[in-house]
């Protein structure tokens, strides 16, 4: 089975910190994803990686950053904290090629700003 | 751009009656189709998938969904409804030569004893 770890399930930090979340799989996809949950408005996308050091922009990349140095890793860099990215993170990654591949989820980081 | 609506972000059924959730989408071209769940403080689970081979697809916990390109839909479906579906449903679809999943806003089940 597909194993994607994720760093902490629920994380506090203060406005203006840098923040990082950290993700992990042992399956050796290549892509890797961190999407955004908010009540109301489903799973929003903010970046994904297809490989190592390369990234795409989502939906929602406004105020985060992305880091892939190894296959396995997957990080989402919250460059200076604010209230508003309050929220439910979640990684995923899948295999490629292969449209009908699903994507495999970590439990969620719930990150609060205060 | 594609998209992804569910109809009634909560629903409510009583245990053992029909489980029917929602889920339209918008694509020029039939895409790969998939429904999630997820239980409290839990990420998503893959129930089901659609991926052309059949238009009746099986998933696991006794959910099948049904693909009808006429109507861009790809509602889920159980017989009987148990207390352990309550959850968040989600339905996502990917166009082809996409890598990432659209999600749409998720159903809320409820399931009264």
């Known amino acids: 089975d597909v194993k994607v770890t994720q760093s902490s399930r629920y994380l506090v930090k203060r406005t203006g910190e840098k923040v990082f979340l950290e993700c992990v799989q042992d399956?050796?996809?290549?892509?890797m994803f961190w999407y955004r949950q908010d009540p109301g408005l489903g799973l929003r996308l903010i970046y994904f990686?297809?490989?190592?050091?390369?990234?795409e922009k989502g939906d929602i990349p406004e105020g985060y950053s992305v880091s892939r140095e190894k296959k396995e890793r997957f990080s989402l860099i919250l460059e200076s904290a604010s209230t508003n990215q309050t929220s439910m993170y979640l990684c995923?990654?899948?295999?490629?090629?292969?449209?009908?591949?699903?994507?495999?989820f970590g439990d969620g980081t719930r990150l609060s700003i205060l | 751009a594609q998209s992804v609506t569910q109809l009634g972000s909560h629903v409510s059924v009583s245990e053992g009656a029909l489980v029917l959730l929602r889920c339209n989408y918008s694509?020029?071209?039939?895409?790969?189709l998939f429904w999630y769940v997820q239980y409290p403080n839990q990420g998503l689970q893959l129930l089901l998938k659609?991926?052309?081979?059949?238009?009746l697809v099986k998933g696991i916990n006794g959910f099948e969904a049904e693909f009808k390109k006429s109507e861009t839909s790809f509602h889920l479906t159980k017989p009987s409804a148990h207390m352990s579906d309550a959850a968040e449903y989600f339905c996502?679809?990917?166009?082809?030569?996409?890598?990432?999943?659209?999600f749409g806003s998720g159903t809320r089940l409820q399931v009264q004893p």
């Open positions: 659609y991926t052309s081979a059949a238009t």
């Open positions: 399956m050796d996809h290549e892509n």
């Open positions: 996502a679809v990917r166009s082809t030569g996409r890598r990432a999943l659209t």
């Open positions: 990686s297809y490989d190592v050091k390369m990234k």
């Open positions: 995923a990654s899948s295999l490629w090629p292969g449209g009908d591949q699903p994507q495999h």
């Open positions: 694509s020029s071209v039939p895409p790969y």
